[in-house]
């Protein structure tokens, strides 16, 4: 399949202050998109300017949800350069998350090729400011204007580009978490290790809640026994106890995070012990209170590391430190991981692409 470049009539402003950027509500001049036929497959790749789609209003993604998205980043480097992290695995559990959701996969290197083009041509959008960079989000929506319940036969895959600011606009303070027994996020044979628009939509609830009770983020429970730790907010959870990263095993009810694959390798590079298994929230608040526990952290695309200061479970509150300054193993990884991707540390895993 070839990939046209069509015409850029009308460029945009770039943003005159990158402090100002916030996150993913700027975007780039441009999109990359391509359709998908049953019986032809996928065809009319293009890179054009960013617009609107056009969709029936009984479009399959509209009333059943059948959709998936990824979220990778590029960085300015400090000579300047521009560099991808890990985008191979991303597009990789792109084509995971199709699978789950009956959604046709894409020709991983024909992607992964029209990505760095894309973000070629927009590289004046990739911000120069410490902690920015360019937020890539890659998409599939079911697009069969009909109403009844199975696979669309029709699709449509894009990929938008918006220029981030730094996540942490008051530091890198660490997070106050409500562990909620009451809503689930997913279970076991359900979606939850798809990265699919549902799975979001569910958390909402508690989310806001959680945010109404002065929390920053929710801490989701096993949905079988409403006892084991699964992730935070969209991010997957870590505990140092007993001088060990304790997180939850892969079982199919949690993202497989890259940047949980990379702070774990990150974390064995260290000699540090990673232990893979299920954690309970009496374990979390015995462990606390005994000292076991000396810092808790999440993992994800957007903040890369979120240092975590307090958890809040029914009546019960417990405290990481003085809850108002992450932990030094905490910073440790943090400061490691982004000079990887920003081109400060020596990238020793073979993780950064540069463009």
């Given at each position: 399949m070839d990939l046209k470049i069509l015409p850029l009539p009308n460029p945009k402003p770039r943003p005159a202050d990158e402090s100002q950027l916030g996150f993913g509500k700027q975007f780039t001049d441009r999109m990359f998109i391509m359709e998908y036929?049953?019986?032809?497959?996928?065809?009319?790749?293009?890179?054009?300017?960013?617009?609107p789609l056009s969709l029936d209003p009984a479009c399959a993604v509209l009333h059943y949800a059948q959709e998936i998205f990824e979220g990778l980043k590029a960085f300015r480097r400090d000579d300047g350069s521009i560099a991808l992290f890990r985008a191979g695995d991303n597009?990789?559990?792109?084509?995971?998350?199709?699978?789950?959701?009956?959604?046709?996969?894409?020709?991983?290197?024909?992607?992964?090729?029209?990505?760095?083009?894309?973000?070629?041509?927009?590289a004046d959008?990739?911000?120069?400011?410490?902690g920015t960079a360019l937020y890539i989000r890659p998409t599939m929506i079911a697009a069969d204007p009909y109403l009844g319940v199975h696979p669309s036969d029709t699709y449509l895959c894009y990929?938008?580009?918006?220029?981030?600011?730094?996540?942490?606009?008051?530091?890198?303070?660490?997070?106050?978490?409500?562990?909620?027994?009451?809503?689930?996020?997913?279970?076991?044979?359900?979606?939850?290790?798809?990265?699919?628009?549902?799975?979001?939509?569910?958390?909402?609830?508690?989310?806001?809640?959680?945010?109404?009770?002065g929390f920053d983020q929710v801490l989701w429970l096993d949905a079988e026994h409403r006892n084991?730790?699964?992730?935070?907010?969209?991010?997957?959870?870590?505990?140092?106890?007993?001088?060990?990263?304790?997180?939850?095993?892969?079982?199919?009810?949690?993202?497989?995070?890259?940047?949980?694959?990379?702070?774990?390798?990150?974390?064995?590079?260290?000699?540090?012990?990673?232990?893979?298994?299920?954690?309970s929230v009496d374990e979390i608040f015995e462990?606390?209170?005994?000292?076991?526990?000396?810092?808790?952290?999440?993992?994800?695309?957007?903040?890369?590391?979120?240092?975590?200061?307090?958890?809040?479970?029914?009546d019960r509150t417990a405290t990481l430190g003085d809850g108002r300054q992450a932990g030094a193993f905490?910073?440790?990884?943090?400061?490691?991981l982004t000079g990887i991707q920003y081109g400060r540390i020596s990238d020793r895993h073979g993780w950064v692409e540069a463009l």
């Open positions: 036929a049953t019986g032809k497959g996928w065809h009319s790749a293009r890179i054009q300017p960013y617009g597009v990789r559990r792109f084509n995971r998350s199709a699978a789950r959701m009956c959604m046709p996969e894409v020709d991983e290197g024909f992607f992964l090729d029209a990505i760095r083009q894309l973000v070629r041509l927009e959008w990739v911000p120069r400011s410490p990929v938008i580009l918006s220029p981030v600011g730094a996540y942490y606009k008051g530091g890198f303070s660490p997070v106050r978490i409500w562990i909620s027994d009451e809503y689930v996020r997913a279970s076991l044979g359900g979606t939850g290790e798809a990265k699919t628009g549902g799975n979001y939509a569910a958390s909402l609830k508690a989310s806001m809640e959680a945010e109404s009770r084991y730790v699964e992730e935070v907010g969209s991010m997957n959870m870590c505990f140092v106890i007993d001088g060990k990263v304790v997180t939850s095993p892969l079982r199919g009810t949690i993202l497989d995070g890259v940047t949980r694959r990379s702070i774990l390798a990150l974390v064995n590079d260290l000699g540090v012990e990673v232990e893979e298994r299920a954690l462990a606390i209170a005994s000292g076991r526990m000396t810092e808790a952290f999440g993992t994800g695309t957007a903040a890369v590391v979120s240092p975590v200061g307090q958890f809040t479970y029914r905490t910073m440790k990884l943090y400061e490691t």
